[in-house]
């Protein structure tokens, strides 16, 4: 059975809705929290979280050093041999989490930003905000030498900073979609080039360290990555759960939604400063990692099989590709460890390929 919410009531009241029968509804302050359940994004939804977990203890117990399953509760506990401890406790967990919760973050913020920009390519690496996240931290890295609480601050201002650049310059009559997706190309060269002339500045050690972060890399990650990416996920993700129903009312044209009750300015400000928040977050921890925030959406949208945003199931196949990836990373070439990035950027490249072909195919290209 379907579930769904009524549209919000104008601000004037003259155009009210009876709530269908059925439907769930949540009120905080005037603003409802609303959800679209189906069978099929439900069944799906369970499928990504049990995949994500399974996923999750094979990287607990696979490596140069195995880590029999039946040894993982004990070490979780702090029990059993002290090598199964160190290596489940202070190694492999965080980053297992650390991964979840930065595909989660960069799925949730590639919704949103498709959803405005109403376009399949609108995500933050194609846009420019990862790169002004990267820029940012790259700054902080190369020019101020900080450590990395300022280069996650560096990046979370980077990617607010950028955001606030292309809202503003594609803001004529409204955001369109097309012209938010090529300014934010344009503002995305010129930050790469200025990311490459601080990296011919740098000493080389810096440089090279610098590199390999803009990749984007889980490697080492501990509890303070943990902590750090899902405080943030906290902090942010329910914002944009809050305008999940205002989001799906403007993919419908700004026209419409404004018959619907939604304030389109104060709605796209806010749903961009906190999906560009996240994103700066989830780089700050992992570095750049490259086509998540792409294709999470779009792969749940077509499973799903729905037209509209959709948050929770994009923050689950985020979450679901990147851990998958970064066991990939792990032991594709072991005892070498790849950084993530480049395994994302293979998976993430081949799946845009096959997203402008079918475009192209169907004749939206």
């Avoid at 939804?45 to 993982?72: K, Q």
């Amino acid at each position: 059975m379907n579930k769904t919410l009524a549209p919000p009531r104008t601000d004037d009241h003259t155009h009210p809705r009876p709530r269908p029968r059925g439907t769930l509804a949540w009120r905080s302050k005037g603003e409802r929290l609303s959800f679209l359940l189906r069978p099929r994004t439900l069944i799906l939804c369970l499928v990504l979280a049990v995949v994500s977990v399974v996923t999750l203890v094979v990287s607990v117990t696979v490596g140069d050093y195995e880590i029999p399953l039946s040894a993982v509760p004990g070490a979780l506990m702090g029990y059993g041999e002290r090598l199964d401890v160190f290596f489940v406790q202070g190694v492999r967990l965080p980053r297992a989490l650390t991964a979840i919760g930065v595909g989660a973050a960069l799925g949730i913020a590639g919704a949103v930003f498709q959803s405005l920009s109403r376009n399949a390519l609108g995500s933050p690496d194609i846009i420019g905000f990862t790169s002004g996240a990267a820029t940012g931290a790259v700054f902080a890295i190369l020019i101020l030498g900080a450590g990395r609480l300022v280069v996650s601050l560096g990046a979370i201002a980077g990617g607010l900073i950028t955001a606030a650049v292309v809202y503003l310059l594609a803001m004529k009559n409204g955001v369109q979609g097309y012209r938010l997706v090529l300014i934010g190309i344009g503002v995305s060269a010129m930050l790469a080039s200025v990311r490459d002339y601080l990296l011919t500045r740098a000493e080389l050690t810096d440089a090279l360290g610098a590199q390999i972060w803009m990749i984007g890399s889980l490697n080492g990650r501990g509890w303070g990555e943990v902590l750090a990416v899902w405080i943030g996920f906290a902090a942010l993700a329910p914002v944009l759960f809050i305008m999940g129903q205002r989001l799906r009312y403007m993919e419908l044209g700004d026209d419409a939604a404004r018959g619907l009750g939604v304030n389109i300015r104060s709605t796209q400000i806010i749903a961009l400063a906190a999906a560009s928040a996240m994103t700066g977050a989830a780089i700050a921890v992992a570095g750049p990692v490259g086509f998540v925030a792409l294709a999470a959406p779009q792969l749940a949208r077509r499973l799903m099989r729905t037209g509209g945003t959709t948050l929770i199931g994009s923050a689950l196949m985020g979450a679901t590709l990147l851990v998958i990836a970064d066991l990939v990373a792990m032991r594709a070439l072991a005892p070498t460890q790849l950084p993530v990035g480049v395994v994302t950027a293979v998976i993430g490249g081949s799946y845009l390929i096959w997203l402008l072909y079918t475009e192209w195919r169907s004749g939206h290209a």
